[in-house]
């Protein structure tokens, strides 16, 4: 069984401000990992991926993220945020075929 | 080009009536997923199909929900005999390998 925890529910930050969106999953195999993004009344859109090679990887938008195998973590990453940035971010798992998703991070960035 | 599309994009219903949800895929791509969401929540997934067989069912709540893709493109989630804790974003996504592309979703709502 796997499972996605996303310690933040909440993360306001203002305009141009660095960010982090934290991300923990556990897994007794291996793993692929991804983010979403859901914009109000949208459906998901794949920020980013790993699958294997290089832990860290960049996605749309400027985002980027950090596989940590050691801390099974897979925390979000962007050096400024834009007001365009607001909406819900969503860390998934894969291992067979099915994604199992976390509880999801609403980011709202202030001006 | 184009991605996955649903229809209806929202569905109101009386409890005790059926419901049929209609899933298009992107084109070629060989899987499809069925998810649903509770507000505030993350997508929990439903079903699988790898073209037109149905791989796993696991997450299907119940017997009332089925879900077809008979010619491995369209699929159609079906539900018997609504009920208000049917009520969700019903999303679907499709897939050429490990990651997923979702369509709008569907809101259905049960009265």
């Known amino acids: 069984a796997q499972s996605v925890t996303q310690l933040d529910s909440q993360v306001p930050v203002f305009e141009e401000a660095p960010v982090e969106l934290r991300c923990n999953y556990s897994?007794?195999?291996?793993?692929?990992l991804f983010w979403y993004v859901q914009y109000p009344n949208q459906g998901l859109q794949l920020l980013l991926k790993?699958?294997?090679?290089?832990?860290l990887v960049k996605g749309i938008n400027g985002f980027e993220a950090e596989f940590n195998k050691s801390q099974t973590s897979f925390h979000l990453r962007k050096p400024s945020v834009h007001i365009s940035d607001t909406a819900e971010y969503f860390c998934?798992?894969?291992?067979?075929?099915?994604?199992?998703f976390g509880s999801g991070t609403q980011l709202t960035v202030l001006p | 080009g184009a991605g996955v599309s649903q229809s209806p994009r929202y569905k109101v219903t009386k409890r005790g009536q059926d419901v049929a949800l209609r899933c298009d895929p992107i084109?070629?791509?060989?899987?499809l997923y069925w998810y649903r969401q509770a507000l505030g929540q993350g997508p929990e997934f439903l079903t699988y199909?790898?073209?037109?067989?149905?791989?796993?069912k696991s997450g299907l709540p119940n017997d009332r929900f089925s879900a077809e893709r008979p010619e491995g493109s369209i699929s159609t989630l079906t539900i018997q005999r609504t009920e208000q804790r049917d009520s969700a974003m019903y999303r679907c996504?499709?897939?050429?390998?490990?990651?997923?592309?979702f369509g709008p979703g569907t809101r259905l709502t049960v009265t």
């Open positions: 996504a499709s897939s050429p390998g490990y990651e997923q592309y």
């Open positions: 897994s007794s195999v291996s793993v692929y």
């Open positions: 790993y699958l294997s090679g290089s832990t």
């Open positions: 998934a798992v894969s291992s067979a075929r099915q994604l199992t």
């Open positions: 084109s070629g791509h060989v899987s």
């Open positions: 199909f790898n073209y037109e067989a149905q791989q796993d």
